[in-house]
């Protein structure tokens, strides 16, 4: 125990004597997490339509003053012809063309019926997609009014009509930063989890003083827990810095309190550490280090249910989700902060967040070698 | 004192995959003496040292440190060696004092053996003044003495000096043996890689190896008389032209 308490003392003193890591590791969440939720949105806005309007009728220019006013929509182009807004599409200058024919008002108002032509631009798929999607609920909206205006419904519609209304539970108003926060704070304790504990021990081994260490009597779990009691310090502060933030800036308060989320943290660090300090015995230079958690992050951050919902990715690509510790975190945030989980929501994903961290540190122990 | 083996070696061997980095070594190291283990580059003096160090693992042969075998006893054998290596390798973003408090502490020392250690090495190497400073603000000499300091901090049986005045100017080279003398003279057993043939004079005995093999091992003295040569260097060059291995 004495050693261990000359070894930690070692590990804070040059963790604090270097200023830079320590910037980087108190700026790194502060500026993410204030600037990028702004950023990294889900909602498509700004999406550029082209109308090729070859009615010019009233009819025809409230649809696309309503189209206009919903707000997602910017009207770069109005043209004649559907060739002319094709070649908007070409020149990147618009996602979506909407074609009204000639006889659009006339056959609206005689047939009670119209036909509208929607082209969109699948290399930005999403936007492509969701795009037409709330085209054409608007003009289904348009359509609505339109025979309201027109035709005197009957009280009893001889066709069945089903009206669905919706509302959002857990996340009322659909606030995309609920999730994404603290979906960003998971991903920074990981990085200062895995990658500082990983760089730092190569590190010792590049500049050759872990030799110095491995020729004396020290225990190398000795050697290993003070690597990792001053990182798992460094992520709880991180995490409280981010939950500070998450509340003055964005106003969230994880309903399910606190100490769930902290509980969880608390574990979760410690098998991120694990996997920090597993590259560490296998990469020999920090390059190496680097290279590794730079792959894994990869892995981790697009197969971890932030970006894109796992249940709809392909089944095997939900089983390499279930080796991701990410993954179980960011469930862990979203059950608590936005449904009020506590401790006994989560026991599942603590108890393999458990295991993980038991997997991860002994496989590093194991691997650890005093003698080459 | 030239009785009690201290360090007793028996066609200890090293490869890697093809290559035979020490090829069966067998010599004893006395009780005591300041061992010197010479060799041209890349002929496996320090694949040599950090078997015994129980840094690495012998491919075949029998080696005992200090009365613990370098296969099972690694870890008390370290409990009895001090090692300085090749590469400065003290923590230079801790300051003197600092990096001796964690080696006293590693060691099991007591606070007051460290700090009254402490005080009187920061006496003997006139570093009072850089007790504070970051080792890594040091010019290389000093840093020398002060790994050399370190390395014998918690007193053990045995120190292993690879290579320790290298790249270090003559004045320091001489008060850097000084400490080697005063800690021979106090009982510590020196093992010591050299490649100035001026400090192989200054050793009790010499071994020279060539190609992974020790292929000499007697007094300087007697050396000189077998190879017919005036001085030390004359020897080594007759020895190390032998090696067909380039140097690393």
Redesign the interface.
Known sequence: MRTLKFLLQKEFRQIFRDPAILRIIFMMPVIQLIILPWAADYEIKNIKLAVTDKDHSSYSQKLISKITSSGYFQLTAYENSYHASLEKIEDDEADLILEIPASFEKQLVKEDEATLYLAGNAINGVKGNLGSAYLRSIIQDFNREVRLEWIQLPKFSPQTQIEVTSSNWFNALMNYKYFMVPGILVLLLTMVGANLTAINIVKEKEIGTIEQINVTPVQKVHFIIAKLVPFWILGLIVLTLGLLISRLFYGILPAGGFLTIYVFAAVYLLAVLGLGLLISTYAATQQQAMLISFFLMMIFVLLGGLYTSIDSMPVWAQWITRFNPVSYFIEVMRMVVLKGSGLSDIKQQLGTMFIFAVVLNSWAVINYRKRS | MLNEKIITVDHLTKRFAAFTAVDAITFDVYKGEIFGFLGANGAGKTTAMRML?????PTSGKATVAGFDVYTQ???I??N?G?M?Q????????TVK?NM???G????KSNQFIKDKTAFILEQLHLKDEANKLVGSLPLGWKQKLAFSVAIFHEPEIVFLDEPTGGVDPVTRREFWMMIYEAAANGITIFVTTHYMDEAEYCNRVSIMVDGKVEALDTPAMLKQQYQSPTMDDVFLKLARKATRSGD
């Open positions: 160090c129980g840094l690495s693992m690694n870890e008390q370290k409990k060696i090692y290596s590469k400065f390798s003290l923590y230079e973003d801790l600092e408090q964690l080696y502490g590693i060691y099991g």
